[in-house]
């Protein structure tokens, strides 16, 4: 039988270790359960993981794909560090998009670059909001956040549906609930490359994430608030007798990571969609928490495990394309991913142990 | 007025049942997040059992082994290898709307025999009550026994006070013998069960025909309900009951046109269940001697 004895020291290389391994475990059972389902194993395996390498436009639509899981994933990142459990950033996304959306619409001439700025604001205030009513529950009244951040996902796609199917409803859209275009100014474009045009879908937004990760790692890394994160995360009790306050922790990581899920929320529909319409993301707040863990908490884990977890992604909806196979299948794989994800962190701190009795099995 | 009772408890069985199961998981120590998995993976478990041998009663029995599948694999990674509780039921919930979406996918459009009602001889003839309470289907009975089974179990039984005992001090547990692991997978697998059959409960007698995701957030309800009854199980039948009737009115609502937007009626569960936790919690962080004190905490020692 196995057992686990504790390590004397954190091990390095399961680190490294854990992530490679996950995934080959991850892609291992996922074709168990296709050849068990029935369905194509080899094919399917094709379509998820090498289609969405097969032409250089799809490759850009992987980083287009990837931009919003990496930003909302390095806010997560934040909360999960400190032991604060945000699972709505589905909901923050969406109220980011609708309250720059607002914004947008309300100057429908606008044809400056720099209105982006204030529309990026207004996205990061929209999901910090959004994230303010769990953190400010749970900091003064000890309300679970797990729980009030889902169902404010459930409230947030509720309300954008009564938007855009009410007040801010495009008249001329022949019955569509879309409101009406964004402005000139408000949008994100495509990148164009000298000579070839543009590539995919791949637009200015991407720069965020460029700007983003060498930031959050330097705050990780290199700051008081993110040395206080990691001592809250790892050893609460320390984080206490060092007299850091779990409550304003606890605050800064709720309304920081809401805030980047609804840039997120910004940045998706000024680049790809242009205007609002009743379903803006997708899950892309759920895949991230996925993001997050694959990217072992790390900014520039994260930027990996977004690009990774967006192929699956692309590879999904080109398996749903010529295969029927329904796109949420990606779960499947973003769920055994993360089992073996977090059994790796297990093994970082425990090594295993081959018992005696190697015949009986027990619990 | 009867037939509106009849719905709003028929909305509630699903809730009761898988709140009743998580509480069991979590007077054991285990917060498993992964209930609406386990309920999905139940209602697809269920629809395609019926399909294929066409009775609603193989649903009930399928229902529940879907969902202890999905509660063991929870237990091999919480129990066995030791991961973090949250976030293997975040992955759980994950993993379980992929397979039931893939699962599911054969069976859109086609549509099951639903759950019949049995009529308790003579009973079933009282005036109002009768009708309501006595001519019921047989999940919505063996919810109400599973709920006083378990109200007697942990507060009477020895091996309920052996469940307590783990969920509130493993360590302790443990130092005087008992086998806290596997006490765990039991509670975890008992919870999945109930969560199964909470699921079945759907196509079974609610929406007769798969649709992905079809349990729309009521495996989270249900976490929030085991709150909602600080623990305590006859206070599930209470909360699951309003849920229901929140549910239900907003459904009524919509059908008679009330002057309100139909998706802010539709948020009502939803903003129902905040505040709900809102004003338990406030009084929960009080009186802290309810929550399990090991709740969400992996228990490392060896047997």
């Known amino acids: 039988m196995i057992t686990f004895v504790p390590r004397e020291k954190i091990s390095k290389n399961w680190i490294f270790i854990a992530p490679i391994l996950s995934i080959v475990f991850t892609i291992f059972f996922g074709l168990l359960i296709f050849t068990f389902l029935g369905y194509n194993p080899i094919e399917t395996l094709y379509q998820i993981f090498v289609s969405p390498f097969s032409r250089i436009d799809r490759i850009s639509d992987i980083l287009v794909k990837a931009c919003p899981l990496i930003i909302i994933g390095t806010g997560l990142m934040l909360c999960f ?44 205030i929209g999901g910090a909001l959004w994230a303010f009513i769990p953190a400010i529950l749970k900091t003064k009244l000890n309300v679970n956040e797990i729980l009030v951040s889902l169902m404010l996902v459930y409230v947030a796609m509720l309300f954008i549906d009564f938007i855009v199917r009410g007040p801010l409803r495009d008249p001329m859209s022949f019955g569509f609930p879309l409101s009406k275009p964004y402005p000139e100014g408000a949008l ?29 790692w330097i705050f990780v890394n290199k700051t008081l608030g993110g040395f206080k994160i990691n001592v809250l995360g790892s050893a609460p009790q320390a984080a206490k007798f060092a007299g850091f306050s779990q409550n304003s922790i606890t605050l800064t990581v709720l309304l920081l990571s809401g805030g980047l899920a609804g840039v997120a929320g910004v940045i998706e529909v000024s680049a790809n969609i242009g205007q609002l319409q009743p379903e803006v993301s997708f899950g892309y707040g759920f895949t991230a928490i996925i993001v997050a863990f694959l990217g072992r908490l790390n900014p520039l884990g994260i930027l990996f495990a977004g690009i990774i977890i967006a192929t699956v992604k692309l590879g999904a909806d080109n398996a749903q394309m010529t295969m029927g196979i329904p796109k949420v299948v990606t ?9 073996f994800l977090l059994t790796g962190e297990t093994l970082q701190k425990y090594k295993i142990k081959w018992s005696e009795r190697k015949y009986k099995w027990k619990l | 007025m009867e037939a509106l009772i009849l719905t709003i408890i028929a909305t509630s069985i699903p809730l009761l049942l898988a709140a009743t199961g998580e509480l069991i998981a979590e007077k054991s120590g285990v917060l498993n997040l992964g209930v609406e998995g386990m309920m999905l993976s139940g209602a697809v478990g269920a629809l395609g059992t019926v399909l294929w041998l066409e009775n609603p009663y193989y649903g009930i029995v399928a229902g529940a082994l879907s969902g202890m599948l999905m509660a063991s694999i929870f237990s091999i990674f919480t129990i066995n290898f030791m991961t973090n509780q949250v976030a293997t039921g975040l992955g759980l919930t994950i993993f379980a709307t992929g397979l039931t979406g893939l699962a599911g996918a054969p069976l859109v459009g086609k549509t099951i025999p639903s759950l019949p009602k049995i009529e308790i001889f003579l009973l079933s003839d009282i ?21 006083i089974f378990i109200s007697f179990f942990l507060k009477y039984s020895k091996s309920g006070i052996i469940l307590r005992a783990v969920g509130d001090d493993h360590q302790s547990a443990h130092s005087v013998g008992y086998p806290v692991k596997k006490i765990r997978w ?15 409960y759907i196509p079974l007698v609610l929406t007769p025909h798969w649709s992905e995701g079809m349990t729309a957030g009521r495996g989270w309800i249900a976490l929030a309900l085991v709150v909602f009854a600080s623990w305590i199980p006859w206070r599930i039948i209470v909360g699951a009951l309003i849920f229901g009737g929140i549910t239900i009115a907003q459904l009524v609502g919509q059908a008679r ?19 709900a936790l809102t004003m338990i919690s406030g009084r929960l962080s009080k009186n802290n001697s309810v929550v399990p004190s ?9 047997q």
């Not at chain 1, 923050?92 to 309250?99: D, N, R, S, V």
């Not at chain 1, 990148?191 to 460029?210: E, T």
């Open chain 1, 81 to 124: 560090k400190s032991n604060v459990w945000n699972i709505g950033a589905e909901g923050q996304f969406i109220m980011g998009a609708l309250l720059a959306g607002f914004i947008a619409l309300s100057f429908p001439n606008i044809e400056t670059k720099f209105f982006l700025l204030i529309t990026l604001i207004t996205g990061f």
């Open chain 1, 188 to 216: 994100i474009n495509k990148i164009p490359f000298p000579g070839i045009g543009f590539l995919g879908q791949l637009h200015y937004g991407i720069l965020f994430v460029v700007l983003l990760i060498p930031v959050a």
């Open chain 1, 331 to 339: 779960g499947l794989f973003e769920g055994i991913l993360l089992f």
């Open chain 2, 127 to 147: 005036p109002i009550f009768g009708s309501i309470l006595f001519k019921q289907d047989f999940v919505a009975y063996l919810s109400i026994a599973i709920i």
């Open chain 2, 186 to 200: 039991y509670a975890t697998c008992f919870g999945g069960m109930c969560a199964g059959i909470g699921g079945a």
């Open chain 2, 257 to 275: 046109g009330w002057p309100i937007p139909s998706q802010l009626l539709s948020m009502m569960p939803y903003i129902a269940t905040i505040i």
């Open chain 2, 294 to 302: 090991s709740l969400g905490r992996p228990f490392f020692g060896s």
